[in-house]
């Protein structure tokens, strides 16, 4: 037996039968053609090479959204685990983390360890490989402000690659990696301060819960601690027992609108107050989409069709509060609200998920 033959017996042995909703944290999204799991970055570059097209790699299922009809190729889910510190110098350390590994256990081991820089990104579900592809961010913190570098399978030149920071095309919720099938993330390289204490407390509601002034800093339990304490709170931190967290977290990105398009927001919401706005790069103002989707009518616990439904906790978060809610039947509540808040605001939601075979 030749063995790439023998591979593909293993492989085959080793797939994982039932649908991809037991894979995702909406628990939605219907069969794969076949699903197959991959323990370390060698078997996760094997199963891509033997997968065939179409291939989709999952690792927490907690961004993507699958089509009811599922996934007509093969699935690889990422199971890699393991971290090492690759460089060190007296005032940082930088840590080479297998894709796999859960990105939680990450941001606590790194708390544990006196190494500052993710703090913030306490509690966000999902595999470390996976924070490059939408530039994970809360609280003030994203991982592109300690990447250093990404170790990739490259599927078109059909190699392992190192892409360094400054070629990853980091951007709000974006990178070169977002929407994308060429390349598979097998490690990522953080880059972290030794230092007891945070970084400076950018996000006025952390300060606030943490009873100090923005710009101050604080000792990375205690952020860990208060960012978790508020996650939990608007129910976006994992929790079996908790409907609320059947979810992808924000289920819209915040838009990012021309100064036009700001300006006529405000003319269409003078009855409403001032939309909070934050101000970005070249002229554009970053705006709310829980305040837009809230002033639009939709109120936390909004009930959809199939028992789906917007958070009890958050405005921005779409749920399976029942558990048997399809994926037509959340697009069909997000299709609803994307439509009423561009008639009252005249401003376009963008999904923050990676849609699988469906589409808003
Ligand atoms: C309750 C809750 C709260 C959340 N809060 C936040 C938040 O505060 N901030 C935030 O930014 N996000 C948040 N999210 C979204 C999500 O947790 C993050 O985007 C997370 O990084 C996704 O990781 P994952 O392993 O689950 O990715 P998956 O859902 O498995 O995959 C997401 C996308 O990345 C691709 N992908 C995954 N792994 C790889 C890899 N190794 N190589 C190539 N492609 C890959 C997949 O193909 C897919 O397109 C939240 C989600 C939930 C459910």
Known sequence: MSDAHAQQTTEADRAIPGPLANHTTLRMGGPARRIVAASDADELVRAVQLAGEPVLILAGGSNVVIGDAGFPGTVVLVRSRGLRVVAEDAGSVTVRVEAGEPWDDLVAATVAN??????????????????????????????????????????????????????????????IFKYQTRWVVLSVDFRLARSPLSGPVRYAELARALGVEVGDQVPLADARAAVLRLRAGKGMV???????????????????????????????????????????????????????????????????????????????????????????????????????????????????????????
């Open 114 to 175: 006196g190494w500052a820089g993710l703090e913030c990104l306490s509690g966000i579900p999902g595999s470390t490989g996976a924070t490059p592809i939408q530039n994970v961010g809360a609280y003030g913190q994203e991982v592109a402000e300690t990447i250093t570098g990404v170790e990739v399978y490259d599927r078109v030149a059909g190699t392992r690659q190192a892409i360094p920071a400054v070629d990853c095309g980091f951007a709000y919720r974006g990178s």
């Open 238 to 360: 994992l929790d079996a027992t908790d409907p609320d967290a059947r979810s992808v977290g924000s289920f819209f990105t915040n838009p990012v609108l021309d100064r036009a398009t700001y300006e006529l927001l405000r003319e269409r919401a003078t009855d409403l107050g001032e939309p909070p706005a934050w101000p970005g790069r070249d002229d554009t103002v970053k705006v709310s989409a829980a305040w837009l989707i809230d002033k639009a009518g939709f109120t936390k616990g909004h009930p959809g069709p199939g028992g789906a439904a917007i958070s009890g906790k958050h405005t921005l978060a779409l749920t399976n509060r029942s558990g048997t809610a399809s994926t037509s039947d959340l697009l069909t509540l997000a299709n609803t609200i994307r439509d009423t808040v561009h008639a009252r605001f005249g401003v376009t939601l963008h999904p923050e998920p990676v849609l699988i075979n469906c589409a808003l």
